[in-house]
């Protein structure tokens, strides 16, 4: 009796431990894609409705990033502030995170991963004390739900601006599409596309409207699911009506005359295996998230469905005119392995909802400042009608500055989640030559 009483009572211990772990699993969760659930952050001595200008920003250095913080203490840009809201991400995206994340671990070496099958592959909260804490969190990002399954910005418009004059030196109209192949959570099919013979994880395509001269100019990217496999990467070149493979090195030169290379492309467009990341905390922050539909938009572009654009404004006219959300980030540094990379390190503020990166300041090899990104976003409710109800944070605009040339690149975007033109078959080197033609 004794006995049986002993292994009923560890019965029910075991029982009871295992109820605990699958809670404190869902509440994991929880805290990732809900951080707002018990309120916002504290702005300390300001409140939405207020305007952080030259004349205040040193009560404001701990809510803003260092890029942000020496811009405003130039004069160049005021930041109006928003209250903050939640950014909701997909019902699937989540699920699959609750479903599939207690099986993932990092490999031996960074650009390994195991176990992943979709949704957020590290939910669990970051600690400094973790020497890999940044490698899960550039996963996080590369995994992240920040286009859907597919996505497309068409028209998207990008000028080049002298941010002492604000002269606008030269403007470009784009169309560019991403498709997710594998992982997929929020359009069939799911979870994979198949035949993928090649085994893509994602593919991006990229081509020119506008100017005349380069008109045709088309980029194709092959992200392989095994990160250690380096991009293939396609350039179409109009004049010439020829495609041509490029070298990996290529990712890091200025892309058609802009600000950007193609590896800055969504705040980083490379490998994890490329970077050395680092976590370096966590910290409330300043960021350019916001109502589309509640801003100030422009009447510059003429849609046929009335859609209207984020306009810019400041310096040279290189700054986003929205409102911005005090939202909590992860301070992330990615340095790259390369000896001989442009880049000295970047230093990344994500998003700790949305695991997205909308801002991030890049440092030449000397370590001092030299460029720095925003992506702005805005909710899928709020945009577009075709959006709604999808629960994707939208990209809805960026500014690229090189802050020691005093030049910037910004774009403006009509993003839609989902579209129809996004087949397979679009993102060949076949399709290059055919839709150049």
């Given at each position: 009796m004794k006995k049986h009483m002993t292994r009923l009572l560890?019965?029910?211990?075991?029982?009871?431990?295992?109820?605990?772990?699958?809670?404190a699993d869902s509440t994991v969760v929880d805290n990732s894609f809900f951080p707002y659930k018990e309120g916002a952050p504290d702005l300390g001595a300001f409140k939405p409705g207020n305007v952080i200008n030259?004349?205040?920003?040193e009560q404001a250095k701990e809510i803003l990033d260092e890029g942000m913080y020496y811009m405003i203490q130039q004069g160049w840009t005021e930041v109006p502030i928003a209250e903050t809201?939640?950014?909701?991400?997909?019902?699937?995206?989540?699920?699959?995170?609750?479903?599939?994340?207690?099986?993932?671990?990092?490999?031996?070496?960074?650009?390994?991963?195991?176990?992943?099958?979709?949704?957020?592959?590290?939910?669990?909260?970051?600690?400094?004390?973790?020497?890999?804490?940044?490698?899960?969190?550039?996963?996080?990002?590369?995994?992240?739900?920040?286009?859907?399954?597919?996505?497309?910005?068409?028209?998207?418009y990008w000028k080049y601006r002298d941010m002492k004059s604000g002269k606008v030196e030269r403007q470009m109209k784009f169309e560019f599409r991403a498709l997710n192949w594998k992982h997929r959570t929020t359009r069939e099919p799911i979870p994979d596309i198949s035949p993928n013979p090649?085994?893509?994880?994602?593919?991006?395509?990229?081509?020119?409207?506008?100017?005349?001269?380069?008109?045709?100019?088309?980029?194709?990217?092959?992200?392989?699911?095994?990160?250690?496999?380096?991009?293939?990467?396609?350039?179409?070149?109009?004049?010439?009506?020829?495609?041509?493979?490029?070298?990996?090195?290529?990712?890091?030169?200025?892309?058609?005359?802009?600000?950007?290379?193609?590896?800055?492309?969504?705040?980083?467009?490379?490998?994890i295996s490329d970077m050395k990341w680092t976590f370096k905390g966590a910290r409330n922050i300043l960021l350019p998230f916001y109502d589309h539909n509640a801003m100030e938009l422009t009447d510059e572009f003429k849609e046929a469905d009335g859609y209207k654009y984020i306009d810019y404004h400041g310096q040279g006219g290189c700054f986003p005119k929205i409102t911005w959300q005090l939202r909590k980030v992860y301070e992330l540094e990615a340095i790259p392995v390369d000896p001989n990379h442009p880049v000295g390190k970047r230093v990344m503020y994500m998003d700790a909802q949305t695991a997205t990166l909308p801002r991030i300041v890049i440092y030449d090899r000397a370590g001092k400042m030299w460029k720095t990104w925003f992506i702005n976003e805005t909710h899928s409710d709020n945009h577009l009608p075709v959006n709604k109800g999808k629960d994707i944070s939208v990209y809805d605009g960026f500014s690229m500055m090189d802050l020691q040339a005093m030049h910037c690149t910004t774009g403006q975007f009509r993003t839609e989640l989902d579209p129809e033109i996004n087949l397979p078959r679009t993102f060949t080197p076949q399709y290059l030559r055919a839709k150049g033609r």
């Amino acid at each position: 009796m004794k006995k049986h009483m002993t292994r009923l009572l560890m019965a029910a211990a075991f029982l009871g431990s295992t109820a605990i772990a699958q809670a404190a699993d869902s509440t994991v969760v929880d805290n990732s894609f809900f951080p707002y659930k018990e309120g916002a952050p504290d702005l300390g001595a300001f409140k939405p409705g207020n305007v952080i200008n030259q004349e205040n920003v040193e009560q404001a250095k701990e809510i803003l990033d260092e890029g942000m913080y020496y811009m405003i203490q130039q004069g160049w840009t005021e930041v109006p502030i928003a209250e903050t809201t939640s950014f909701k991400l997909n019902d699937a995206y989540i699920q699959a995170t609750r479903d599939h994340a207690d099986k993932v671990s990092l490999g031996d070496q960074p650009g390994v991963l195991n176990g992943y099958v979709a949704g957020r592959p590290f939910p669990q909260e970051p600690e400094v004390s973790d020497e890999r804490a940044g490698e899960k969190l550039a996963w996080n990002y590369r995994y992240s739900v920040h286009f859907g399954d597919s996505g497309m910005i068409s028209p998207f418009y990008w000028k080049y601006r002298d941010m002492k004059s604000g002269k606008v030196e030269r403007q470009m109209k784009f169309e560019f599409r991403a498709l997710n192949w594998k992982h997929r959570t929020t359009r069939e099919p799911i979870p994979d596309i198949s035949p993928n013979p090649s085994e893509l994880f994602r593919t991006i395509y990229m081509g020119v409207h506008e100017p005349f001269d380069v008109k045709n100019t088309q980029l194709l990217i092959h992200r392989f699911e095994d990160d250690l496999k380096r991009d293939n990467a396609w350039l179409y070149l109009g004049f010439q009506r020829r495609v041509r493979r490029l070298a990996s090195g290529q990712i890091t030169d200025s892309f058609l005359g802009s600000d950007l290379m193609i590896e800055d492309f969504e705040g980083y467009n490379g490998r994890i295996s490329d970077m050395k990341w680092t976590f370096k905390g966590a910290r409330n922050i300043l960021l350019p998230f916001y109502d589309h539909n509640a801003m100030e938009l422009t009447d510059e572009f003429k849609e046929a469905d009335g859609y209207k654009y984020i306009d810019y404004h400041g310096q040279g006219g290189c700054f986003p005119k929205i409102t911005w959300q005090l939202r909590k980030v992860y301070e992330l540094e990615a340095i790259p392995v390369d000896p001989n990379h442009p880049v000295g390190k970047r230093v990344m503020y994500m998003d700790a909802q949305t695991a997205t990166l909308p801002r991030i300041v890049i440092y030449d090899r000397a370590g001092k400042m030299w460029k720095t990104w925003f992506i702005n976003e805005t909710h899928s409710d709020n945009h577009l009608p075709v959006n709604k109800g999808k629960d994707i944070s939208v990209y809805d605009g960026f500014s690229m500055m090189d802050l020691q040339a005093m030049h910037c690149t910004t774009g403006q975007f009509r993003t839609e989640l989902d579209p129809e033109i996004n087949l397979p078959r679009t993102f060949t080197p076949q399709y290059l030559r055919a839709k150049g033609r």
